[in-house]
């Protein structure tokens, strides 16, 4: 298990949920039970994505949230 791999999976799941295959959804739905980073990343880029296309997308927000969305993942690809 690969948290580079699942941090990929994650953005397509959230960008294009059904380009992903079966074995992609079945990688990271197993990673994300063993890791908890990784379910914290989804989880909050879930967050993200849900508000960026309800439209709450005023520019100190979405700053303030790519920033955390990318510490975070800067953190899942140091663990790699
Ligand atoms: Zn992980």
Known sequence: MNCKKAAVLIEKKLDHPKNLSLYERLYLKIHLLMC?????????SAIISRALKKGYSQKETHDLDSQ???AILDAVLRKT
């Open 36 to 44: 908890a980073l990784c379910t914290s990343f989804f989880q909050k």
């Open 68 to 70: 955390e969305k990318q």
